[in-house]
């Protein structure tokens, strides 16, 4: 199986995480991943639903979003999602979400304060808003891209709009959209109850090392 079979596969395979984990409603949501050594991406078609995703008809684009391969037209987001791939290098998959409680979250334009020890492990801090950006040029990769610069978080909340995570694989970037939506609920059902307590820096900074150093490498054989 070549190279790039193998990403359209993992990427149609990740597209099931989505509703799964009720992070998306009818067509909405995607996954890519960069093709490794090339200046190419796999991400969904547009308009096509859960159930008809498969290896075959996801779609092959440059970073600048047009089609190379393939025979629908790329997700109306490609765009964003071949912007964030053409200036942060080490990452190796978007995805993106409207999924609900963390949307709800960007619909006030607040982030996701560092209460949870899940949050320091995952995000090593909170979870940023980004600008509010129309769809059509490169604004909306661009405002992720300068958000998640200067924060340590693989998920951003773009204003208004929803969820954009990143990761070194595409399910590391599924497995972010999954955590950023549980955590905005927890979050949000402390507030409905009282005032959640921040975790501090110091420790938010030893948690974000552990996790991200020890915990999920590789057993020793
Ligand atoms: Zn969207």
Known sequence: MSLLHEIRQTVADLHAE??????????????????????????????????????????????????????????????????????????NGVVHTHSTYATAWAARGEPIPCVLTMIADEFGGEIPVGPFALIGDDSIGRGIVETLQSHRSP??????????????????????????????????????????????????DSLYARYQNVYGQEPVA
């Open 155 to 204: 998920a951003v909340l773009m204003r208004n709009h929803g969820v954009f995570t990143i990761g070194k694989s595409a399910k590391d970037a599924v497995k972010a959209a999954v955590m950023c939506e549980d955590v905005a609920r927890t979050v949000h059902i402390a507030r409905q109850i009282g005032v959640p307590i921040p975790i501090e820096q110091a420790d938010i």
């Open 18 to 91: 989505l509703p799964r984990n009720d992070l998306v409603v009818w067509t909405a949501g995607n996954v890519s991943a960069r093709v490794p050594g090339e200046d190419l991406l796999v991400i969904k078609p547009s308009g096509i639903s859960y159930d008809e995703i498969s290896a075959e008809n996801m779609v092959v684009t440059d970073l600048d979003g047009n089609l190379v391969e393939g025979s629908h037209k790329p997700s109306s987001d490609t765009a964003a999602h071949a912007y964030v791939y053409k200036h942060m290098p080490h990452v």
